[in-house]
């Protein structure tokens, strides 16, 4: 009986020993600590953007091969529109018969006729002040007289009449070589718009679109951006964004440059969330990037919002709620906490480095 006494003795002190030993203890530790707000993206060339036309027709011509250099308006490719150009040719044709120099015959005319009317008047006009000197030597009749005086008058009528006619021709010759200038001006940049053009100096990305295909104005058909520069763009949670400070520093990573970090900082912070999934875009530039770059690259950030050196830490694992921790003892103790990052939050209040901590 004594020997199995002792013998469950034995066994019970060994399960405490074991019990006790399986409690691991911290000690609350001082370290650095930064917090950061995690977030995924990707790199854009500063500037890019894909091109449009405000046009419909197919792709005629292409003048560039992905990876060529551009220029502010150089082309790219052109599209094809019959219509467009059947009315830039007729544009053409109304604005050389509308031309000035194309009408000189018909204000010749005029002005010829202007000759002839003031000459004719001027005659009319020597004739009746002839036959009013007759008339007071008494010498014809009064009929004669009256012809004259009315010959005069239609002389002059047709002589304001001609120069009437002249000034007309000339404001309509006007109006008309102005108005089919302008129409051609239009016919132009509409089949203008059928060239699309560079509208940054960088790099031709992507085509979209191959020769012969059909496009309208609402179909891509190529990426563009720089050549030299670029973006971060990173989604961050609504839940952080508003820890978030144009100039914080950015931590990142990239599945191309594994193993290296590079350092850039937040440039701009895009004020309207995406409610589809709840993100706000932030972008960046690098402060000490990689050498080579290219749009689309993924990427994964730590936006550093705050660094402490030398505080009071502990690990997350060993916080109950959020508020408490657990002795060695056992007893509860209320702390405040400050900084977090992944695995390990600031103790401000509630134990100290003398402390023994087990997990909750």
């Known amino acids: 009986m004594r020997l199995l006494i ?8 060994i399960q405490i020993f074991s019990c006790s030993s399986s409690e691991e203890k911290i000690y609350p530790s001082r370290e650095n600590i930064t917090e950061s707000v995690y977030a995924s993206g990707s790199i854009r060339a500063r500037y890019q953007y894909q091109a449009y036309l405000n046009a419909i027709g197919t792709v005629q011509e292409v003048f560039l091969e992905e990876g060529d250099s551009v220029e502010v308006g150089t082309p790219i490719l052109v599209i094809a529109n019959e219509s467009t150009r059947v009315n830039r040719e007729l544009a053409e044709l109304n604005r050389t018969y509308a031309d000035r120099q194309a009408n000189q015959n ?3 005319d005029l002005e010829m006729n ?14 009746l002040a002839r036959q009013e000197r007759l008339r007071s030597q008494g010498i014809g009749s009064s009929i004669e007289l009256e012809q004259r005086q009315l010959a005069y008058e239609n002389s002059l009528t047709a002589y304001e009449t001609a120069l009437l006619k002249f000034e007309d021709l000339k404001r309509e010759i006007d109006f008309n ?10 016919s132009k940049a509409l089949e203008s718009d059928l060239v699309l053009k560079s509208e940054v100096k960088g790099i031709l990305y992507s085509l979209l679109k191959e020769k012969g295909e059909m496009v309208n104005n609402q179909t891509p058909l190529a990426i563009i951006g720089s050549g030299e520069e670029y973006t971060l763009e990173m989604l961050v949670d609504e839940y952080d964004i508003a820890k ?7 931590l990142v990573n990239m599945d191309s440059y594994r193993g290296e970090v590079f350092e850039a900082v937040v440039s701009k912070i895009n004020p309207i969330m995406d409610e589809r999934n709840k993100t706000f875009l932030v972008e960046g530039v690098f402060v000490s990037g990689p050498s080579v770059l290219y749009p689309n690259l993924s990427l994964e950030a730590n936006i550093i919002i705050e660094s402490k ?31 977090k990052d992944f695995q390990k939050a600031e103790i401000l209040e509630g134990v100290d480095p003398k402390t023994a901590l087990v997990k909750p």
């Open 6 to 13: 002792l013998c469950l003795l034995t066994v019970a002190s």
């Open 177 to 186: 070589e102005r108005s089919a200038a302008k129409n051609l001006s239009i």
């Open 114 to 127: 202007i000759s002839y009317t003031k000459n004719k008047l001027t005659n009319d006009s020597l004739l």
């Open 309 to 339: 050196e030398n505080t009071l830490l502990i690990p997350r694992s060993y916080i109950l709620n959020e508020r408490f921790v657990i002795t060695s003892s056992g007893d509860t103790v209320e702390v405040v906490l400050g900084m």
């Open 244 to 250: 978030i400070k144009g100039g914080q520093k950015i």
């Open 106 to 108: 018909r204000l010749k």
